[in-house]
Every structure is written in C-alpha cells, then in structure tokens.
C-alpha cells in the first residue's frame, strides 16, 4: 500500500491581504523552521485591530533589503471585508536594512519583530495604530 504524503502549504493570512512576497516568507520560514516563530507573531496581530488589513510587500536597493506594510482600512459603508473594495488605502510604512543581508530573512525579522508582544510593541504600534 503506497501513502502519498501530504505536501503542507502554509496558510499565512489573518490580518494580512495575499501577496508574493508574504508567501515567499511563510516559504522560507518553513525550510528554516521558523514558521511557528511566524504563525504565533501572526496570531498576537490577529487579536487586534480588527478591521485593519496588512499588504506585506519586500524588495531590495543596492543588496539592501527592505519591507513595506501598505495599511487598508475598512470602508465606513461596509461592516466585512469581502473584496478589495470594501478597503481604503491608509497608510504605507517601511522598514530598510542598514546592512546587505538575505532579503527573506530579513523579512522574516520583520514580520516575526512587528508580531512580538503586539500591541505593545513600538513597530506595531507605528504600522497598524499610528496615524
């Protein structure tokens, strides 16, 4: 009797909206073992904020790495979100490495540091609270 192993493909949503480059994350934290790290930050921004939405997105200038976190924020006419339209842009942070580095750890810094201790945490606090 042949069993087929279940391939896991890592469900990284909550309060973040899909983008390549957050699964690319979830990907590498996975084959680094780090994606319990990664699911517990995200929980602790789940608990919070609860119509804010999170793009997470990651490029690199000069070998230099360097994430965004674009904020949406509810429509005062919608009550859920169901598709893009029921968000409204509001706010765009970013986060630059001063140092070369592998851009997707230092994504995963990233988005396990904005995670810890949320909210109370200062990144936290600038990405999803502050105006």
Do not use: W
């Not at 069993?3 to 983008?19: D, E, G, R, V």
């Amino acid at each position: 009797m042949n069993i087929t192993p279940i391939q896991h493909s890592p469900a990284f949503q909550a309060k973040y909206l899909h983008s390549e480059a957050l699964k690319q994350v979830a990907d590498y934290a996975v084959e680094h073992g780090k994606f319990d790290k990664l699911n517990q930050s995200r929980k602790n921004i789940d608990k919070s904020a609860l119509q804010t939405r999170l793009r997470f997105d990651l490029g690199e200038n000069d070998g230099r790495p360097f994430v965004s976190f674009t904020r949406y924020k509810l429509k005062p006419t919608s009550i859920i979100v169901e598709s893009m339209d029921d968000l409204v842009l509001d706010k765009v942070s970013i986060y630059r490495s001063c140092k070369k580095m592998n851009p997707l750890k230092f994504a995963l810094e990233q988005l396990i540091k904005i995670g810890n201790d949320a909210p109370k945490n200062n990144m936290f606090k600038n990405v999803i609270l502050k105006k």
